[in-house]
């Protein structure tokens, strides 16, 4: 076995067992966090080796929402340190479910979804399968340009008053113009570094991918916070935020949070609530 293998392998177990450890210690979201870390890692390693691989074709391409128990999970560790190489039957049943599905803006209201306090059903229209995404597609800061301003925005959390039920949250982040139409690739957030009282926290750096200074009149940053709905089966937006132009200076700022769906135009806006809860961002102006 190389050095590289045995340093991957070696990372993978290390990575299994924190999520195990957090899992005994009744610390969910952080088990999920390091699960869902280990996952990717898993599955580009799955990609380059799919030939040999021991699941179906109906495995590898599902996501499974069976809970399995923690002493299931540990029996994985003696196969993730020989992974690459392990040829025995899989410890324990994996079965294909649908994937989830993620509403396009405007989509649910043109399905007729019940609002969130409504959870039963599964929603007209709903299919029963559908290709998935993953969040978090952060993209690094531009490189600087004599005169520009580059932005960065920290989201450092959001209040909710059922932040706690909220299952992988994560924020949807754009800049539309007037028409709303995209001015900057669209990126998503990681899930959510964890959940307390009325806040989601993800303390996780946004840069903007224009310079200030070349952004449209009338543009806007749209903050979008998505959830998991497990007996509707799809990831739903709950509510949005923007920050327009006049808004960006350095510093701590709080944005009030709108009804869905998302109104990029900024036509018909109903706030979330009457109540104290806002986005909570830091604002870092990079300047040559």
């Known amino acids: 076995m190389s050095e590289v293998t045995r340093s991957l392998l070696q990372r993978w177990g290390a990575s299994f067992r924190r999520g195990a450890d957090f899992d005994s210690w009744g610390q969910l979201v952080e088990a999920i966090d390091e699960y869902q870390i280990l996952a990717r890692h898993l599955q580009?390693?799955?990609?380059?080796?799919?030939?040999?691989?021991?699941?179906?074709?109906?495995?590898?391409?599902?996501?499974?929402?069976?809970?399995?128990?923690?002493?299931?999970?540990?029996?994985?560790?003696?196969?993730?340190?020989?992974?690459?190489?392990?040829?025995?039957?899989?410890?324990f049943d994996v079965q294909?479910?649908?994937?989830?599905?993620?509403?396009?803006?405007?989509?649910?209201?043109?399905?007729?979804?019940?609002?969130?306090?409504?959870?039963?059903?599964?929603?007209?229209?709903?299919?029963d399968s559908f290709p998935a995404r993953v969040p978090g597609t952060l993209l690094p800061r531009l490189p600087s340009e004599p005169g520009m301003t580059l932005l960065?925005?920290?989201?450092?959390?959001?209040?909710?008053?059922?932040?706690?039920?909220?299952?992988?949250?994560?924020?949807t982040v754009s800049v539309k113009d007037l028409n709303g139409i995209d001015l900057t690739p669209v990126q998503d957030t990681p899930v959510a570094s964890r959940k307390e009282d009325t806040y989601v926290h993800f303390n996780v750096d946004i840069e903007l991918q224009k310079h200030v200074e070349k952004l449209t009149k009338g543009a806007a940053i749209f903050f979008e916070f998505k959830h998991y709905k497990p007996k509707k089966r799809f990831t739903s937006t709950k509510c949005f935020a923007f920050m327009e132009m006049d808004e960006i200076r350095p510093g701590p700022i709080v944005i009030e949070l709108y009804k869905k769906p998302t109104d990029f135009k900024r036509k018909k806006l109903q706030l979330l609530t009457k109540k104290p809860l806002y986005l909570h961002l830091h604002q870092t102006l990079h300047k040559e």
Do not use: M
């Open 44 to 91: 580009k390693e799955a990609q380059a080796q799919h030939n040999n691989s021991e699941f179906t074709e109906e495995q590898k391409s599902t996501q499974s929402q069976e809970e399995f128990k923690l002493e299931d999970l540990k029996k994985l560790e003696p196969i993730l340190k020989n992974i690459l190489t392990y040829n025995k039957e899989f410890p």
């Open 96 to 127: 294909p479910v649908p994937l989830r599905r993620i509403l396009a803006p405007g989509e649910e209201e043109n399905l007729e979804i019940e609002d969130d306090e409504d959870e039963g059903g599964a929603g007209a229209g709903a299919p």
């Open 152 to 171: 960065t925005i920290r989201i450092e959390k959001i209040g909710l008053k059922d932040a706690g039920q909220c299952i992988d949250p994560y924020i």
